[in-house]
């Protein structure tokens, strides 16, 4: 078996050579910091690939984890994680939940689902890895009941007087703002609760790729090679300087998983009728890989307008509540 998983392992190497070139998108120089970000959400639009065509490799090829030692198990998770990140793919496995022979499992399952076929970007697509079933504790190392869920994640207090005092001084518009780019891979939104002032950010994660870091003594050295490059970095450090300047701030992330499947979960219930179309709504949400699954149902019919609407309607009053959680800190 051995000889078999060192070939495997040869496949999965040669396989980073078959990324797609980058695709020719003409940007003005000023704009030339969003090519990643614009790429992406070109990506998403299109029709979705699955692993074994983009990486040109069938998932019949990977042994099931009963026939492989754990050396092997720990090899080809290696070969697997090493590909994803050369086309730019993340696994996001929750601390602790599966072992690793239940991940290297998962992620060859995985290898029948459709995914952004990304061309040229920076960016990290990041595939979730998770039971959405059951709510995994990282801290205690176990699944916990909705009761301890709730108990460790209590609801707004909708009593709370200065709600109403900072949602009065952020716009419509702003909230809107903050929602529609929360529903994207890549921001995270910043609020002065003092004075309603919103900076809206590019993810941490987004920006160690340009080299640039809150902390000054962590940012590598970048020779910038285009003067757009130096423009982002002067900027992004502005914007920093700005909030660091603020008495307080809220951080606004992107909603959790929980909160992502509750909107898909709702917009079935409450726009889809009753029919087969629902039918296969439900069934793609009660399978393994629910987002994908909803994702390549809702835009190849005729809801896929009205899903747009159904989630920046629903980001919009997660963003309102997010501010409404708001303590001082």
């Known amino acids: 078996m051995q000889k078999y998983v060192d070939q495997l392992l ?50 019949i090829y990977f042994p099931p984890e009963n026939r492989l030692s ?4 720990g090899q080809l998770k290696q070969g697997i994680l090493d590909l994803w990140r050369a086309f730019n793919y993340e696994a996001d496995f929750r601390r602790g939940e599966f072992t690793e022979r239940e991940q290297y499992t998962k992620l060859v399952e995985n290898w029948k689902e459709s995914h952004p076929l990304l061309k040229g970007t920076r960016g990290t697509w990041h595939i979730e ?6 709510d995994w504790d990282e801290d205690e190392g176990r699944y916990i009941t909705d009761e301890e869920y709730f108990e460790k994640n209590p609801p707004p207090n909708m009593d709370d007087v200065m709600f109403e005092d900072i949602l009065s001084k952020i716009t419509d518009e702003k909230i809107s703002e903050m929602a529609e780019v929360l529903g994207m891979q890549y921001h995270v939104c910043y609020v002065n609760p003092d004075t309603g ?30 003067g757009w490059q130096q423009e982002f970095h002067d900027d992004i450090k502005a914007q920093m300087a700005r909030i660091d300047s603020w008495r307080h701030f809220i951080r606004i992330e992107k909603p959790e998983s ?6 898909m979960e709702n917009f079935v219930d409450e726009v889809i009728p009753e029919g087969k179309l629902k039918k296969q709504f439900n069934d793609a949400l009660s399978r393994k890989h629910p987002f994908g699954n909803f994702n390549h149902i809702v835009h190849n019919c005729k809801y896929r307008e009205e899903w747009f609407k159904f989630k920046q309607n629903a980001l919009e009053e997660y963003v309102r509540e997010c501010i409404e959680r708001y303590k001082p800190f």
């Open 197 to 226: 002032e919103v900076e809206i950010m590019f993810t941490n994660d987004y920006l160690a790729d340009y080299g640039i870091s809150w902390d000054d003594e962590e940012e590598d050295e970048e020779d910038f090679t285009h």
């Open 70 to 73: 754990d050396e092997q198990i």
């Open 10 to 59: 040869e496949m999965l190497q040669e396989a980073q050579s078959n990324r797609p070139a980058p695709r020719y998108i003409e940007l003005p120089e000023e704009m030339e910091c969003l090519r990643d970000v614009i790429d992406m959400e070109m990506s998403m639009e299109e029709e979705g690939q699955t692993m074994e065509s983009i990486f040109g490799l069938e998932q």
């Open 129 to 134: 890895i998770f039971d959405y079933e059951q």
């Open 258 to 263: 929980r909160k992502s499947f509750a909107i």
